[in-house]
């Protein structure tokens, strides 16, 4: 079964920084497409960033320069490095599965984990 | 960048009864491939979002045979044809033809009258 279980939200100030994880099971990260996506309280869905199987990165223009995607094969987790964090930053976080069929994306946003919030507040 | 653009952002609708959301693109869907990424995701109150349909007209596993998808080009409908009360949520068109840089609707709040 696959689950995605995200964790390290919290309260933080702004110009802080935050990192955030995504542990996968049920299948292996780097045999999918893996995506950050938030939404703002009460707001719709805005796509962050994405790391490719082969490691390659991609940001949404919000956040480039700020966010760093990551994973770790041996623990099967990804990860959302959030630096100079903005209150406008302030969300739920979500990790999503884009899964590989055929070395290429299926262009779907298939399991989502549960999100965390993230608060940039002073 | 891609503009998705629902109609409409409410809907309150009757039990038993159908609803329909529509989903408008600001460029065509359709992909050098001759595929058409069009996703519609259910986000139940307080839950994730959740894949509905996928490349316009395909239901994800488990999703009931009551969600249907339709369209082309720039334009797309998802449509309940008996709407229940696990149905309230707020739903989303998403696009994945400019992968990986994904769009999303602004979202129909479906609600029971």
């Known amino acids: 079964e696959v689950q995605l279980v995200e964790s390290g939200g919290g309260l933080v100030q702004p110009g802080g920084s935050l990192r955030l994880s995504c542990a996968a099971s049920?299948?292996?990260?780097?045999?999918?497409?893996m995506s950050w996506v938030r939404q703002a309280p009460g707001k719709g869905l805005e796509w962050v960033s994405l790391?490719?199987?082969?490691?390659?990165?991609h940001y949404a223009d919000s956040v480039r320069g700020r966010f760093t995607i990551s994973r770790d094969n041996s623990k099967n987790t990804l990860y959302l490095q959030m630096n100079s964090l903005r209150p406008e930053d302030t969300a739920i976080y979500y990790c999503?599965?884009?899964?590989?069929?055929?070395?290429?994306?299926?262009?779907?946003?298939?399991?989502w984990g549960q999100g965390t919030l993230v608060t940039v507040s002073s | 960048d891609i503009v998705m653009t629902q109609t409409p952002l409410y809907s309150p609708v009757t039990l038993g009864q159908p609803a329909s959301v529509s989903c408008r693109s600001s460029?065509?869907?359709?992909?050098?491939?001759?595929?058409?990424?069009l996703s519609w995701l259910q986000q139940r109150p307080g839950q994730p979002p959740r894949l509905l349909i996928y490349?316009?007209?395909n239901r994800f596993s488990g999703v009931p045979d009551r969600f249907s998808g339709s369209g082309a080009g720039t334009d797309f409908t998802l449509k309940i044809s008996r709407v229940e009360v696990e149905d309230v949520g707020v739903y989303y068109c998403?696009?994945?033809?400019?992968?990986?840089?994904?769009?999303f609707g602004q979202g129909t709040k479906l609600e029971i009258k």
């Open positions: 999503a599965r884009d899964q590989s069929h055929n070395a290429r994306a299926t262009r779907q946003l298939d399991y």
């Open positions: 998403m696009q994945g033809t400019q992968f990986p840089f994904y769009t």
């Open positions: 490349k316009i007209s």
């Open positions: 460029q065509s869907l359709v992909h050098s491939d001759g595929n058409t990424y």
């Open positions: 790391i490719y199987t082969g490691g390659s990165t």
């Open positions: 049920g299948f292996t990260v780097t045999s999918s497409y």
